[in-house]
């Protein structure tokens, strides 16, 4: 046999010895939706993420972000987790209720006081039962829950300063009907517009305004298009870190334990840089030419009056009152505890 013979053979029985597969990396594909900029929380988290786990994995496991839709559309991304043609990805709330519903109880308006308030209560009893729920019925493991921002009226109209100016207006929302049933009480005609097309709706005149955290009126230059924000705070909005189930499975129990350490990093960052541009939104948006409406107390409760029962009746239609009884069972400890 020639030395080439003999070393081809060699290689080929290396390859089939037990063991030599797993020494290959397991690969993370992770996908989320905002631009390949460290300003962007998701962007930051995500590299952090990817440190964290290569660094503490010592080349087993590898992570290739895919930022900005890379790897298709809110719809499709949530299919791909289900698949496991991706292994993770960071999505907000629309979608995963389109897929998972009982997580569309955290669209019913005006639940949570502060960020402390809501950041309780879903990494408490409340969130890991969810949690558990959800890997159990879609194959999705919920890891964790960061901000997608406070969510505010936007429009390029007038100022929002009643639920009567509201009325007649054309306002884009987020796919699935929850978040249809959010404006219908206020008067405004809700047009569910996938948030890749957006940017293009408000400009084009498709829809008069939106509704959207300040992250992701920075992250997709919403402010060029829209005029007018009212800081209503109606709804507390989530990014929610997932993974496939059956890839998390196929995990050591080491790799799995690096994973939910690097997905705590993650959302401490993603939670922190979302929270400082929510604090800030009267300057961060007044500067770059908004006109910004702070609405009192009093304000805020004649839209609670208006939109709230009647999106959280619907929800109990949708989902069963179980989820929705629990959520404001939680809220409702947290306040007395106070």
Same mark, same amino acid.
């Given at each position: ?7 081809? $053979?060699?290689?080929? #029985? @290396?390859?089939?010895?037990?063991g030599f597969a797993s020494a290959q990396p397991k690969v993370i594909k992770y996908a989320h939706f ?14 952090? $993420? ?27 991304? !949530?299919?791909?987790?289900? !698949? ?21 109880? $955290? ?37 964790? #829950? ?24 054309? #306002? ?41 955290? @300040?992250t992701n009126i920075l992250a997709a230059s919403l402010y060029q298009h829209q005029k007018y924000i ?59 030419? !908004? ?17 709230q029962p009647p999106v959280k009746a619907w929800v109990e239609e949708q989902i069963g009152k179980e989820?929705?009884?629990?959520? $404001? ?10």
């Amino acid at each position: 046999m020639s030395a080439r013979k003999k070393l081809t $053979f060699l290689i080929g #029985m @290396v390859l089939l010895l037990p063991g030599f597969a797993s020494a290959q990396p397991k690969v993370i594909k992770y996908a989320h939706f905002q631009p390949a900029k460290l300003d962007q929380p998701k962007q930051a988290a995500a590299l952090a $993420f990817k440190n964290y786990v290569e660094a503490n994995s010592k080349g087993t496991i590898r992570v290739e972000v895919y930022p900005a839709s890379q790897l298709g559309n809110d719809s499709a991304t !949530m299919e791909g987790l289900r !698949m496991g043609t991706i292994e993770m990805a960071v999505v907000h709330d629309g979608p995963i209720s389109a897929v998972y519903k009982p997580f569309m109880v $955290f669209a019913i308006p005006y639940l949570f006081d502060d960020q402390t308030m809501a950041w309780t209560i879903v990494d408490g009893p409340f969130g890991q039962e969810m949690a558990q729920d959800m890997t159990r019925k879609t194959g999705i493991r919920l890891l964790a #829950m960061a901000d997608n921002g406070i969510r505010h009226f936007t429009n390029n109209k007038r100022p929002i300063k009643s639920p009567e100016d509201m009325k007649g207006l054309k #306002m884009r929302v987020m796919t699935g009907p929850i978040w249809t049933k959010l404006v219908e009480p206020l008067g405004a005609s809700p047009s569910p517009v996938p948030w890749t097309e957006l940017p293009a709706a408000l400009q084009q005149g498709v829809v008069d305004g939106q509704e959207n955290g @300040v992250t992701n009126i920075l992250a997709a230059s919403l402010y060029q298009h829209q005029k007018y924000i009212t800081l209503d705070g109606h709804v507390y909005s989530w990014h929610a870190y997932m993974m496939n189930d059956r890839f998390f499975g196929s995990l050591t129990p080491e790799q799995q334990t690096i994973v939910l350490k690097g997905v705590q990093i993650a959302k401490i960052i993603h939670r922190g840089m979302t929270a400082a541009q929510d604090l800030n939104a009267p300057a961060i948006l007044g500067t770059l030419g !908004m006109e910004v409406t702070a609405l009192s107390p009093e304000q805020v409760a004649a839209f609670r009056d208006k939109s709230q029962p009647p999106v959280k009746a619907w929800v109990e239609e949708q989902i069963g009152k179980e989820w929705v009884e629990k959520l $404001f069972s939680r809220i409702e400890a947290y306040r007395k505890a106070k």
